[in-house]
């Protein structure tokens, strides 16, 4: 597609459920991110994958936080446990080398 | 880490009226300044960045002014329209876009 696709869009959960949010980054795009907007506020840094290296984690607010991105393309992100305070919209985005990110959608979730 | 504030949190200005958002960085090393534009539903997208070797960057009724010294930039909006009404984020990163840390948003009401 010609941009950054997110799945799904709206994603309502009961508390203590897992959840998967999946990113398609455009194609071709080395680096990934994954950020987080609670209501009414700014984006907050979760993690970020570019190339082969190691992702930078360093964002993630918990271990019940992951993700992986397979074959250099697709990511998913998983939360286990999900809690209340993990409600908000979760943000991929993509890019090459020397671009700033391009974003998708976002897929809100909302844990009852 | 890189801290940015961004103020004003609000703002409300006549069509045809200018509006100036301004934001501040901590970190030294910060030399890439992007200006992100996020309509409801949607994630932000690019709208104008500078890089720390320019003072001022324009594309037609957007500028962007860097102060390197006072670690401050500052977006302008002139000849302001009612499409404009959205919320600007600003962000800040010691790459080519590699994670950016955001500020808080603007959220800007072009009043017809």
């Known amino acids: 597609g010609a941009g950054v696709s997110q799945s799904p869009s709206n994603k309502v959960t009961e508390k203590g459920k897992d959840v998967e949010l999946r990113c398609d980054p455009i194609?071709?795009?080395?680096?990934l991110y994954w950020y987080r907007q609670s209501l009414g506020q700014g984006l907050e840094f979760l993690i970020y994958?570019?190339?082969?290296?190691?992702?930078?984690k360093s964002g993630l607010p918990s271990d019940r936080f992951s993700a992986e991105r397979t074959g250099g393309s697709v990511s998913t992100l998983t939360i286990q446990r999900t809690q209340q305070e993990d409600s908000a919209v979760y943000l991929c985005?993509?890019?090459?080398?020397?671009?700033?990110?391009?974003f998708g959608p976002g897929t809100r979730l909302t844990v009852l | 880490g890189e801290n940015v504030e961004q103020h004003p949190s609000t703002l409300s200005v006549q069509e045809g009226d200018s509006a100036v958002i301004k934001c501040t960085y901590s970190?030294?090393?910060?030399?890439?300044f992007p200006w992100y534009k996020q309509e409801l539903g949607k994630g932000p997208q690019l709208i104008i960045d500078?890089?720390?070797?320019?003072g001022e960057k324009k594309d037609q009724r957007i500028a962007v002014t860097l102060n390197k010294t006072a670690k401050h930039f500052s977006l302008h909006i002139t000849e302001t329209q009612p499409e404009d009404s959205a919320v600007y984020f600003c962000?800040?990163?010691?790459?080519?876009?590699?994670?950016?840390?955001f500020g808080t948003g603007t959220r800007l009401t072009i009043i017809p």
């Open positions: 970190d030294s090393a910060s030399n890439y």
């Open positions: 500078i890089r720390s070797n320019v």
């Open positions: 994958f570019q190339g082969n290296s190691a992702p930078d």
């Open positions: 194609s071709g795009h080395t680096a």
């Open positions: 985005a993509s890019s090459s080398r020397a671009q700033s990110p391009f």
């Open positions: 962000a800040a990163s010691d790459g080519d876009g590699e994670k950016l840390t």
